[in-house]
């Protein structure tokens, strides 16, 4: 349980009085897709009592992202610029994935953040830019602040083909599942420190979950679900904060602004939960004119097919280890992705796959 800037004492610390648990059999759902990858790097998992289960979510931008893909394919081949996240190029498409347009000839520039996209946007006046977002609300308000630029500075030719999600509906749509059989939510520490640990008093509250907010180092995860085990010990359910120094119960007023002026939350489509009211951010009509699929797709959001065999879906609601999945290693490797799962470091599938010898 090695990383640069975590404290080994403290986490085999944590991990002791987590292995003392004596309360009922439980699933925590981890929901961010960077505690995924941290459960897994750290072998955290194997360390585990048997009664606790840990449960991967739906919390990696890109596995849960089924349109775009379809939709950003189409533009390039329609002779736009197209920028995005590294992770989206290999995603598959219902035909083909971005990686392989690219290498046909398909102009594609991968950014590390929205900023460099309207460097593009400058730099190729004469040229249709547009930038593929995703992400939850770390990722969103940063979009929000490209566009407003855009409009101040007069960048026409720059617009935004938003695939941002809103995190709480998705986690709504998991409790009222009834197969689903969650005992506590590891909330994600980088979504929260914009929307605040306040965020989920109500599923605390009203359904009786308990949910800790929690950062990626492993003693910062250990906590977290140290916090949701007491709770369930205790026959409680509220929300606590293992992050207070990141997040705080109210989260970025300011980020939180920018969403509302710049975005609307309109129905979405998530791989694995379907459609969900009020959960992606599309652009608000008077921004309209930065807005993609007004401007260049005539307002129709493409709906893409899933690979066929994948198991994405199940993954994502939580019912299916990526272990569980007949491709799984098999066909379906980081090198030959046949789902979204297995692309990113962060999906359930490709974290399993690379840090399984540490399980
Ligand atoms: Fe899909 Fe591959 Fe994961 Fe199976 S292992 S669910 S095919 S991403």
Known sequence: MNSPHSSAPEAAKLLELIQKYSGPKIAIMEVCGTHTMAIYQH????LLPEQLQLISGPGCPVCVTPVG????????????????YGDAL??????TTLERVRAEGGEI??????????KVARDNPEREVVFLGLGFETTSPTA??????????GLTNFSVLSAHKALMPAMQALLADPLMEIGGFLCPGHASMVIGSDAYLDIARNHKIPCAVAGF?????????????????????KVENAYPGVVTPEGNRAAMALLKKVFVLADSRWRGLGELPGSGYMLAPEFEAFDTRKKLLDGQE?????????????????????????????????EAPVGACMVSSEGACGAHYRYRGIE
């Open 43 to 46: 072998g955290i998992r194997s």
């Open 69 to 84: 893909f379809d939709e950003a394919i189409r533009l390039v081949r329609e002779g736009v610029i197209l920028t995005t």
């Open 90 to 95: 290999r995603v598959p498409g219902t035909h």
């Open 109 to 118: 520039t991968p950014v590390y953040a929205v900023t460099d996209a309207l």
């Open 144 to 153: 929000a602040h490209a566009i407003l630029t855009a409009k101040k500075r």
């Open 217 to 237: 180092q492993p003693e910062q995860v250990l906590l977290g679900m140290l916090y949701i085990l007491r709770q369930i010990e205790r026959g409680e359910a």
């Open 302 to 334: 493409l709906v893409g097919e899933e690979p066929a065999g994948c198991k994405c879906a199940e993954v994502l609601r939580g019912r299916m280890g990526a272990q569980e999945c007949p491709l799984f290693a098999k066909v379906c490797t980081p």
